[in-house]
């Protein structure tokens, strides 16, 4: 049974960092299809970064483009996001999501791109960030 563990997250004043880290538990492909979505409250889920682990990121929202960094951990099927120069606007909650099984990249990222989430098979517990003077 695959399991999105997400870790990271937390606290920040604005232009500050953080990180979050998502690992796919049991999950059996040489490569996966994974990347983060955001929710503040009041307002829709959006999709931020697709990444496709073996090919790199594949999509950034323009939202968080220049300022978020994804990129494939030394630890198999695991994805880092580091986060700079965090607004307040982006205080939300971040949650990890997976595909099942090999995808094409365009497929991979449009599911996080056109915001396909209930295509999506695996999600992470969901991570609060919150920036704040």
């Known amino acids: 049974q695959v399991q999105l563990v997400e870790s990271g997250g937390g606290s920040v004043q604005p232009g500050g960092s953080l990180s979050l880290s998502c690992a796919a538990s049991?999950?059996?492909?040489?490569?996966?299809?994974m990347g983060w979505f955001r929710q503040a409250p009041g307002k829709e889920r959006e999709g931020l970064v697709a990444v496709y682990t073996g090919a790199g990121a594949l999509y950034y929202a323009e939202s968080v483009v220049g300022r978020f960094l994804a990129s494939q951990a030394t630890a198999k099927n695991t994805v880092s996001l580091v986060m700079n120069n965090l607004k307040p606007e982006d205080t939300a909650t971040y949650y990890c999501?997976?595909?099942?099984?090999?995808?094409?990249?365009?497929?991979?990222?449009?599911?996080?791109?056109?915001?396909?989430?209930?295509?999506?098979?695996?999600w992470g517990q969901g991570t609060q960030v919150t920036v704040s003077s």
């Open positions: 049991g999950y059996t492909g040489s490569n996966i299809c």
């Open positions: 999501a997976a595909a099942r099984g090999p995808v094409e990249l365009l497929q991979c990222r449009n599911y996080f791109a056109q915001g396909a989430e209930t295509d999506l098979d695996y």
